[in-house]
């Protein structure tokens, strides 16, 4: 069983900054597709950035511009720089992955990391 596990989330005021990681039980080049989500209580995860297996990046219009994903294939491990933070900002961020085994597409995601911004 593929577990990923969020790491990095804290208290910052406006305009503060923090990395989040996510660390993968298996080798990361074997997802098609990784990403961070935020997780709203009750409400559907929204999609925050998404990075491919080639390094294709993308980004929800909310975040460009400040932040970053990216990962280390070496530490099996996928980032998100978060650079000017805004109040908005504040929630719980969970990491996803997916990848295809028989032609059948597997999702994963973790238990997510809290990030709260102050004003």
């Known amino acids: 069983q593929v577990q990923l596990v969020e790491s990095g989330g804290g208290s910052v005021q406006t305009g503060g900054s923090l990395r989040l990681a996510c660390v993968a039980s298996?080798?990361?080049?074997?997802?098609?597709?990784m990403g961070w989500y935020r997780q709203v209580q009750g409400k559907p995860r929204k999609l925050v950035a998404t990075?491919?297996?080639?390094?294709?990046?993308t980004y929800t219009d909310s975040v460009k511009g400040r932040f970053t994903i990216s990962t280390d294939k070496d530490k099996n491990t996928m980032y998100l720089q978060m650079n000017s933070l805004e109040p908005e900002d504040s929630d719980v961020y969970v990491c996803?992955?997916?990848?295809?085994?028989?032609?059948?597409?597997?999702?994963?995601w973790g238990r997510g990391t809290q990030v709260t911004v102050s004003s």
């Open positions: 996803h992955g997916d990848l295809t085994i028989w032609h059948k597409e597997i999702e994963y």
């Open positions: 298996e080798n990361i080049i074997l997802f098609d597709t």
């Open positions: 990075i491919t297996r080639d390094g294709t990046t």
